[in-house]
């Protein structure tokens, strides 16, 4: 069974920064990627950060140097570095696991959520 446990979110003042972590118990599912989306109220989930199949990350463009995301597998853990934040960042992060090779959802965590005041 696939269990992914957010935590580290909060609110943060417009440019400060947070870290996210992810423990994840899906490692050795090779069919999944692992990486992060979020989802604010009244938007559609937005892909952030994703740890492809062949082992490169891929970020989406309004993250794009700002996002970091990193893994520890001897800990099972999947880490996002969030620098520069601004308040559309705000949005509820979800530790996702998805199919490689056609991108569906899998497994998700119950989320964390992230608030940026200007």
């Known amino acids: 069974q696939v269990q992914l446990v957010e935590s580290g979110g909060g609110s943060v003042q417009a440019g400060g920064s947070l870290r996210l972590s992810c423990a994840a118990s899906?490692?050795?599912?090779?069919?999944?990627?692992i990486g992060w989306f979020r989802q604010a109220p009244g938007k559609e989930r937005e892909g952030v950060a994703v740890i492809k199949s062949d082992g490169s990350t891929g970020y989406a463009d309004s993250v794009k140097g700002r996002f970091t995301l990193s893994q520890d597998s001897a800990k099972n853990t999947l880490y996002l570095q969030m620098n520069s934040l601004k308040p559309e960042d705000s949005a509820r992060y979800y530790c996702?696991?998805?199919?490689?090779?056609?991108?569906?959802?899998?497994?998700r965590g119950q989320g964390t959520q992230v608030t940026v005041t200007s």
């Open positions: 899906y490692y050795g599912y090779s069919r999944y990627c």
């Open positions: 996702a696991a998805q199919d490689c090779a056609s991108g569906q959802l899998g497994y």
